[in-house]
C-alpha cells in the first residue's frame, strides 16, 4: 500500500504501540501533524516549550516501562529537545523524538529553521537517525524503537526533511531490524556468576547497591529474594530508590552525598559490595579513590562500557540485571550476618539521618513527610533538583516500585512539572505528586497550560524557599556564606495558577500542611500548594564534594536567632 | 600509563559513523595520530585504523564506548598483538643534478620507488611501519622537502585469524591492561 512518509510514520508508532505523543507543531513537520488527524489512536498533547515535550516522554516513558515519543519541529524546535533528550540520555530512558528538517534541497544551506541536530545530538543519543527517503521510513522507526527499549534503554533521535514525510513510498513493516552492530549480552557469564556466588557466600559484611537497572529490569522480586536469602542489607542510588521497599528490615536507604549517614557507613566498612544496576556516579561514590575501601566489588550491569569505569571491579558480570540475580539466586546460600546487621542496625540508632527536627518553623521535610503520611506512601513523587529532590528522596517512605522520578545524571532543573506531565498521563488512576523548588519550577512553569489543556490531575507542592536553595547551601557551606545570585524572588504562585485555571492554596504554617495536602487529594483536578518553608533549611547528611563517604556532615546547622 | 595504541574498526559503510567514532575521541580528549578508513572484503562494510597515544584504561574505556556504537560492528585494540602496520607516505623532494643520484641511492636502502621525476624534484613513495617513514624523511630533509602526504597506518595481525574475523568469542571483560616494562617493547622490523 503507497502511503506518504509521514502516514509511514503514524502507521509505524501505531504498529509500535504508541499512544502518545508530545510535541509541539512547526512548519518543517507539518505535514506529520496533517496526517495525525488520519490516527485517532494517536493521542498528541500539546506542550508548550519542546523542553516540556522531551521530558514529559521521559516521564512517561519512566512511568510505564514504554518508549515516550516527542516531536517538534525542525531548528529551534529541534535544538529546544536537547536537554530533556541528554537527560534522558544521562537516566537510560527510552524515549524517541521525531524532528522536522528543512526540505532535502535546503540541507546544508542554512535554510530557514535549519540546524544540524542528527550532529548536535551524536553525545547525547543512544542512536540517531535521517531519514533521506520515505521508503526508508518504517525500517527506520522499527529500528529506533528496538534500539530505544532494549539493552541498556536510551534515547533515539529521528530526523525527517519535510519533503520525505510528503514523498510516498510502499508501505511495508517490516518483522525484524538488521543491526549488525547492535551487541546485547542479557545472560551473565556463568563463570562469573559462580565467582560472585562464591564471594556472596564467604562475606561477612556484604552490602547490595542497587540502581535505576533494577527498575528498568523490573527485578524487583530478584533482588528481594537476594537480600533475603542470604542476609544482606540493600542501599539504593538516588535513582535506585524505590526498586527495594524502604520499610523492609533490610533496607539502608540511600548512599551518597545526601545519602543515609549509616547506609554510607555500611559501604565503607563493608567487605562486599554487590552493585547492581548502578553506574557508580561520583554523587554516589563520593571520592571515588576512597570508595569502599575494604570491599570487594561484583559489579552487574547491562552495559559493557560501566564495568570498571570509574572504580575497580572483581567480578565483573554483563547482562540483564533481573536474568544474572535469579541465577545468582539459585547458587546463594541462605546466610545470616548477624553481627554485621547489628552493627548497622547500631549505626542506624546513633545516627538517625531522616529525624526532622522538632520546631515551630514550617520545614521542608515536614511538608514532605505529611505529603506521606497523606497519601499513605500510595502516591508517585516526581521531583526537580536541588534540595527539594534530596528532602523528597529522604523522607518520603518508598515502598511501590517505581515511584521516585527524577532527574539524577543530568541534574536537570524543570524536569518536574513536565515529568510528572508524562508520568500522570502514563498511570492516569494512580496519585502523581510533583515536587518542586521555586527555582526549577520556574523554568518549565509555562507546562501548567498542558496541565490544564489536558486536564492532567498532577498534584503540585512547591518548596518555597526563596533561594536557589541546593546553591545557596554550597555558598553556605563551601563559600562563605556568600549568596551570589541564589536569592530569589518569585511569583505569586497561587494567583500563576489561577490564572492558568488551576486550583491553588498557599501555606505559611506547619498546621495548615495537612489539611492543604487533604484538600488537594480530595480534588478532582491539578491541584497546587505553595509552601512557604523556612528559607535557609539545609540538607543533611552532607558528604562534601570531594571528601569521601566516611566524611559525612551529619548535623543540621544550629538553630537561628531571631534578631 | 601513556602509550600509543592501535585500533582497528569494523562499520558499516554509512553517511555519519566518522563523526560519531571521532567524537567519542574528542570527547575524552584524546587526539588522533592517524586514522584510515577503506573498504573490506564485506560490501557494506569498512574497516578504521585508529591509532591515538593515551592512557591505557582510559583508551579501553573509549573503546568500550565505540562498541556501542549501532554501527560499530566490531573495535578491538591491536597494541598488544603480533601485527604487521604499514603507512604509506609520498614525498616531494629537491633533487638537483649533483643531489639526485644520492637521494636514489638512500630511496634504494629503504626499498622505496621514485614515483614522479622532474627537473628540480621528485616524488618518492615508501611503505613502512611509522618509523622508517621517520627515518627516511629525516634523511632527506637535508635535500629540502617541498611536500609530504601520509596515509596514516594500517595494521593486520599476523597468522590466519584475525581480530576482526573471530567467529563470537566468549565475553570477557577486559581489565585495563598493565602496562609492559620498557624492556618487553620490541624493536622496529626493518
Known sequence: ?563 | MTMKHTLVALVEDKPGVLNRVASLFRRRNFNIDTIAVGHTEQPNLSRMTIVVEGDSAKVEQVRKQLDKVIEVVKIVDITDQEIVERELALIKVKATASTRSEIIQIVDIFRANIVDVASDSLIIEVTGDEDKIDSLFNLLRGFGIREIARTGCIALTRGSTGPLIVEEEPKVIKQPRRPLPPEAETAPDW
Open chain 1, 1 to 563: 500500500m503507497t502511503k506518504t512518509g509521514a502516514q509511514i510514520l503514524c502507521e509505524s508508532l501505531v504498529m509500535e504501540g504508541t499512544e502518545v505523543i508530545f510535541g509541539f507543531p512547526g512548519g518543517a513537520i507539518l505535514p506529520f501533524y496533517d496526517a495525525l488527524l488520519q490516527y485517532p489512536q494517536l493521542r498528541h498533547i500539546l506542550v508548550r516549550h519542546e523542553q516540556g515535550a522531551a521530558h514529559a516522554a521521559d516521564g512517561y516513558a519512566r512511568a510505564t516501562g514504554k518508549v515516550g515519543v516527542c516531536v517538534a519541529t525542525s531548528g529551534p524546535g529541534a535544538a529546544n529537545l536537547v536537554t530533556g533528550i541528554a537527560n534522558a540520555c544521562l537516566d537510560s530512558s527510552p524515549i524517541i523524538a521525531i524532528t522536522g528538517q528543512v526540505a532535502r534541497p535546503f540541507i546544508g544551506k542554512d535554510a530557514f529553521q535549519e540546524v544540524d541536530i542528527t550532529g548536535i545530538t551524536v553525545p547525547i543519543t543512544k542512536h540517531n537517525y535521517l531519514v533521506l527517503e520515505a521508503a526508508q521510513m518504517a525500517k527506520t522507526v522499527k529500528g529506533a524503537f528496538f534500539i530505544a527499549q532494549t539493552g541498556r534503554p536510551g534515547p533515539i533521535l529521528i530526523d525527517i526533511p519535510r519533503d520525505v514525510l510528503q514523498e510516498s513510498a510502499e508501505f511495508v513493516y517490516p518483522d525484524k531490524v538488521d543491526l549488525p552492530g547492535y551487541k546485547l549480552t542479557l545472560q551473565g557469564h556463568s563463570a562469573q556468576i559462580k565467582r560472585a556466588a562464591e564471594l556472596i557466600n564467604t562475606a561477612r559484611n556484604p552490602v547490595i547497591i542497587a540502581g535505576r537497572g533494577v527498575i528498568i529490569s523490573k527485578a524487583y522480586t530478584e533482588l528481594k529474594e537476594l537480600a533475603e536469602k542470604a542476609q544482606i542489607p540493600v542501599i539504593t542510588t538516588l535513582l535506585g530508590i524505590s526498586c527495594f521497599p524502604e520499610t523492609h528490615v533490610l533496607s539502608l536507604g540511600m548512599l551518597g552525598m545526601h545519602g543515609m549517614a549509616y547506609a554510607n557507613m555500611a559501604v565503607t566498612n563493608a567487605d562486599l559490595v554487590i552493585a547492581i544496576g548502578m553506574r557508580f556516579d561520583d554523587r554516589a561514590t563520593g571520592k571515588v579513590s576512597a570508595f569502599a575501601p575494604q570491599a570487594r566489588i561484583i559489579q552487574i550491569d547491562i552495559d559493557p562500557a560501566e564495568i570498571g569505569k570509574n572504580v575497580r571491579v572483581d567480578v565483573p558480570i554483563v547482562g540483564d540485571v533481573k536474568n544474572v540475580i535469579s541465577a545468582l539466586n539459585k547458587q546463594i546460600t541462605p546466610g545470616e550476618h548477624i553481627d554485621w546487621l547489628r552493627q548497622i542496625e547500631q549505626w542506624r540508632q546513633e545516627h538517625p539521618s531522616t529525624e526532622i527536627r522538632d520546631c515551630d518553623e514550617l520545614l521542608p521535610q515536614y511538608v514532605v513527610r505529611q505529603i506521606w503520611e497523606v497519601t499513605k506512601g500510595d502516591a508517585t513523587i516526581v521531583t526537580g533538583v536541588g534540595q527539594n529532590q534530596m528532602w523528597s528522596a529522604q523522607h518520603f517512605i518508598y515502598t511501590k516500585p517505581n515511584s521516585f522520578i527524577s532527574s539524577g545524571g543530568l541534574g536537570t532543573m524543570g524536569f518536574e512539572l513536565p515529568g510528572a506531565i508524562g508520568v500522570k498521563v502514563g498511570r492516569p488512576e494512580e496519585t502523581v505528586w510533583c515536587i518542586a523548588g521555586d527555582g526549577g519550577f520556574q523554568m518549565t512553569i509555562q507546562e501548567l497550560a498542558t496541565v490544564v489543556q489536558e486536564n492532567v490531575a498532577i498534584k503540585i507542592a512547591i518548596i518555597n524557599n526563596g533561594y536557589l536553595g541546593m546553591v545557596r547551601q554550597w555558598q553556605e557551606l563551601f563559600y562563605g556564606r556568600r549568596y551570589v545570585a541564589t536569592p530569589l524572588l518569585g511569583p505569586d504562585f497561587v494567583k500563576i495558577a489561577e490564572a492558568y485555571g488551576i486550583a491553588g492554596l498557599r501555606v505559611k504554617n506547619k498546621r495548615e500542611v495537612i489539611p492543604a495536602i487533604e484538600r488537594a487529594m480530595e480534588y478532582s483536578g491539578p491541584f497546587l500548594i505553595d509552601f512557604m518553608v523556612e528559607p535557609e533549611e539545609n540538607v543533611f547528611p552532607m558528604v562534601p564534594p570531594g571528601a569521601t563517604l566516611a566524611e559525612v556532615i551529619e548535623r543540621p546547622k544550629p538553630q537561628k536567632v531571631n534578631p
